[in-house]
């Protein structure tokens, strides 16, 4: 059998055609959950499917005393664990053959030379060409240090027609200022085609296939405009609370953490023109110019709002307050749930509010970006007949259960004229046989094929900053959040949000 045939890879299987060159991907933070729980069984499950190159090496960074046999043994668990295709034998070897670490500290230029001295040796035994990903899965904090030891070391400085990039996790940054200080430090070492933010939300299928619903269907396209949509509704819920995590969200919160990146990029995905085409620059065009065409609102009070979760019953069990969490301030003002209300001032959506929403311990774990159209201009029903029918509306559900579903009125059986609301749902699990990618098996595939598609751009995460940062300074400045109880759908402050404008927000 070749190095990494794959009995399991339909050659007809066109969602991840493309295989990697000659390449190594080196993790700093290796250790961290990430890694473990994400990063290294998507290495494997892209290797598992045969697109990764017969002598792919991964190397392991962090301060832990291990052999190369330590870390492959690390990596086995976490595959185990976390992988999405089955575990076979014959590609765990070929793949464990090019693992290897390198232990010691960010500011250790020992431990750096041995880095650059393992690399260059992969080059020579497993044929990774000088081509190397470093993959910063660690705290923003500690970024501008690695970046300067690779460039203190050579390991930046592509030769040959070899490829150095670099892979930079959110957040980036926490307002413009912060975004603006890592952007100088990144593009004074990389240039901005080896740069890769990554977003995952934008690795997933269902976010891919807002464009492909858009512009590749002659019955959505025309509608998608003012003149038919009355508001758009961006969500992302989570069942959960804080999990430990104080530490990193206690000053950030869910504006930062969420709408800052994941939504803001939804919104420019649902809300773009068509792209000349679908390579990186053109796509980057149009994100940029929605984003930079956001209308903030005048009322900042009438149509923000931040809230805390307090203690509540969440899936049958008691849940404490965002206040009460281990490591929290408890005087802290960090918001766990945020709703803004957002214009675009361009033709297609002048006049279309645009609503973002946001929290941790909801109702429920869902992502979904809905398209509510206007009612009828004209109705020739009796206003009974039409009493339980709502609005139409077109919703793409991200997670957990992708897909989409368009919400209709169709008259009810019998022999009187009752018109009632009705869906028609594509469901990803249904439709098709084979499963979906995990997000960072696309991402980092993309990184290693130089592919920046699925990858904001500096533009996009500046301009996300410029509308963010307004309102966090406005929160900062005017009161305390408001208050909501765990397992609820937010605070009522939100409902009335809409209710002002006539309007409710959905029940996922």
Same mark, same amino acid.
């Given at each position: 059998?070749?190095?990494h ?7 007809q ?8 060159? +000659? ?7 290796v250790?961290?959950?990430?890694s473990?729980?994400?990063?290294? +069984?998507?290495?494997?499950?892209l ?6 190159p017969p ?12 052999? !190369?046999?330590?870390?492959? &043994? ?10 999405? $295709? ?5 590609v765990?070897n ?35 060409g ?9 705290p923003?904090?500690?970024?501008s ?12 400085e ?14 980036f940054?926490? !307002?413009?200022?912060?975004?603006? &200080? ?10 901005q ?10 690795g997933k299928?269902?976010? &891919?296939?807002?464009l492909?619903f ?16 009355d ?8 069942d ?6 104080a530490g ?8 930062r ?15 773009m ?34 809230? &805390?979760?307090?203690?509540g ?11 009460e ?6 005087d ?21 509010p645009? #609503? ?5 311990r909801?109702?429920?774990?869902? $992502?979904?970006?809905?398209?509510v159209?206007q009612?009828a201009?004209?109705? +020739?029903?009796?206003? $009974?007949?039409?009493?339980e ?9 991200v ?13 009810? +059986?019998?022999t ?11 469901? #990803?699990?249904?439709?098709?046989t084979?499963?979906?990618p995990?997000? #960072?098996?696309r991402l980092?595939? !993309? ?15 500046e ?10 300074e ?9 208050r909501y109880?765990a ?6 402050e939100? !409902?009335?949000?809409?209710?002002r404008?006539g ?6």
């Open positions: 059998m070749t190095p045939a794959n009995p399991l890879r339909d050659p299987d066109r969602r991840l055609p493309r295989i990697a060159g +000659p390449s190594s991907l080196v993790i700093f933070g250790t961290g959950d990430l473990r729980k994400k990063l290294m +069984p998507a290495v494997y499950d290797a598992n499917r045969g697109l990764l002598g792919f090496s991964l190397v392991g960074f962090a301060r832990r005393d291990w052999a !190369d046999e330590d870390f492959a &043994q690390v990596v086995h668990d976490a595959v185990k664990e976390h992988a999405r $295709t089955p575990f076979r034998e014959e765990w070929q793949l464990a053959e090019g693992f290897r670490f390198v232990p010691g500290d960010f500011d250790d230029d020992t431990a750096f030379a041995k880095l650059r001295k393992t690399i260059e040796e992969l080059d020579e035994v497993r044929g990774t000088g081509n190397y990903a470093f993959y910063l899965s660690i923003p904090k500690f970024f240090t690695v970046i300067g030891q690779l460039k203190e070391h050579g390991l930046a592509q030769e040959g027609g070899s490829w150095r990039r670099v892979v930079v996790e959110k957040p940054g926490t !307002d413009l200022a912060t975004a603006r &200080q890592l952007n100088a430090v990144v593009s004074e070492v990389f240039a085609e080896s740069v890769f933010r990554i977003d995952h939300y934008l299928e269902t976010v &891919q296939n807002i492909a858009r512009f590749s269907n002659a019955m959505f396209e025309p509608v998608w405009n003012c003149n038919y949509v508001h758009v509704q961006i969500t992302m819920a989570e959960i609370g804080i999990g430990g995590r990193y969200y206690d000053g950030i919160g869910a504006a953490d969420v709408i800052q990146n994941h939504l803001l990029q939804l919104l420019a995905l649902t809300a023109e068509e792209p000349a085409s679908f390579d990186a620059d053109a796509l980057a065009a149009e994100k940029t110019k929605v984003l930079g065409a956001v209308r903030l609102p005048k009322d900042l009070g009438r149509d923000t709002v931040r809230a &805390q979760y307090t203690a019953w969440q899936g049958g069990a008691k849940a404490v307050g965002y206040l969490e281990e490591g929290t301030d408890p802290s003002k960090t918001d766990t749930y945020a709703a803004i209300k957002l214009g675009i001032d361009n033709r297609r959506w002048a006049g279309v645009f #609503y973002l929403r946001t929290g941790k909801l109702g429920r774990r869902v $992502t979904e970006i809905a398209v159209f009612r201009p004209h109705s +020739p029903f009796d206003t $009974t007949a039409t009493e029918l709502g609005s139409n509306a077109i919703v793409i559900r997670q957990p259960d992708e897909g989409v579903t368009v919400r209709f009125g169709s008259k009810v +059986p019998g009187s004229m009752e018109i009632r609301d009705v869906s028609m749902d594509f469901a #990803y699990g249904e439709s098709f084979e499963s979906s995990e997000a #960072y098996e980092i595939l !993309d990184v290693l094929l130089g592919d920046s598609n699925l990858f904001p751009r500096t533009e996009e995460v301009l996300s900053w410029k509308i963010l940062d307004p309102i966090e406005y929160w900062d400045k005017n009161g305390k959040p408001a109880q397992g609820t759908w937010g605070p009522v939100a !409902d009335e949000m809409l209710e404008d309007r409710s927000w959905r029940r996922p």
